[in-house]
C-alpha cells in the first residue's frame, strides 16, 4: 500500500500544477526538499512567491484535505521556505503559504485552494 500511497500523491501533485496554472500561476519547483521538510510547490502568483501545500483525499471521512495541515506541517514548511528564500536572495520579495485541497469523488477531482492560509511565524528559528 505505500506504493500506492506515494502514487497518488504524486498524482494530487500533478493535478495541483496544472490548476495552479490555469489560474495563472508560473510553477517555479515542485517538491523543494530541506533538512526541514518538503514544499510541495513553489510557485509565483504576480508577485508573490507561493509556497502551497498540496492535500489530496478520496473521501472526507478523515475531514477536509485541508485540515490535515498541522500547526507543525506548518512550521516545517515555513522553515523549508525560509531556506528557499535566502538560497535564492528573495527575502524582501512578497511570499505567502496557500494550501491546494484536492477531494476525488467519482473520478473527478474537486480543487480548492486557500491563499494566505497561514503565515509565517515571527519568533521561527532554523
Do not use: W
Amino acid at each position: 500500500m505505500p506504493g500506492e500511497h506515494i502514487e497518488f500523491g504524486k498524482a494530487s501533485e500533478k493535478e495541483a500544477a496544472e490548476f495552479l496554472r490555469s489560474q495563472g500561476y508560473k510553477i517555479l519547483q515542485i517538491n523543494y526538499r530541506t533538512r526541514f521538510g518538503e514544499i510541495d510547490i513553489i510557485a509565483r502568483d504576480k508577485e508573490s512567491i507561493c509556497f502551497v501545500e498540496v492535500k489530496g483525499r478520496h473521501s472526507l471521512c478523515l475531514g477536509e484535505p485541508s485540515e490535515a495541515v498541522s500547526f507543525k506541517k506548518q512550521s516545517n514548511i515555513a522553515k523549508a521556505a525560509v531556506c528557499y528564500l535566502k538560497l535564492n536572495n528573495l527575502l524582501k520579495h512578497p511570499a505567502r503559504f496557500d494550501v491546494l485541497s484536492i477531494l476525488y469523488r467519482n473520478n473527478k477531482a474537486e480543487v480548492s485552494l486557500i491563499k494566505n492560509a497561514f503565515e509565517l511565524n515571527e519568533n521561527l528559528t532554523i
